[in-house]
């Protein structure tokens, strides 16, 4: 969970948090371990998000383009994508 763009690149030492991921996901293709990519991502305007979600309504409550399906802060993150 959170490998998306977004979330991987606010860390501090990325580079570190990603290197591991991706030896994680190697790991995992290597055993046969099936994974499963989740994004956390909205249409435009945010239609999904409801008042009563505090967490996302923020998100919603915002100008421009955060978090929409689109955008590359929703991608999952090339060091460790499908």
Request: net charge positive; charged share 20%.
């Amino acid at each position: 969970m959170d490998v998306q763009r977004g979330v991987v690149e606010r860390f501090a030492g990325a580079g570190e948090l990603q290197s591991r991921l991706a030896r994680a996901v190697d790991t995992a293709r290597g055993a046969a371990v099936p994974l499963i990519f989740v994004r956390v991502a909205f249409r435009a305007g945010h239609p999904e998000v409801s008042v009563n979600n505090r967490s996302f309504s923020a998100l919603a409550s915002q100008a421009g383009t955060r978090f929409t399906d689109d955008s590359e802060a929703t991608q999952i993150h090339p060091a460790v994508g499908p």
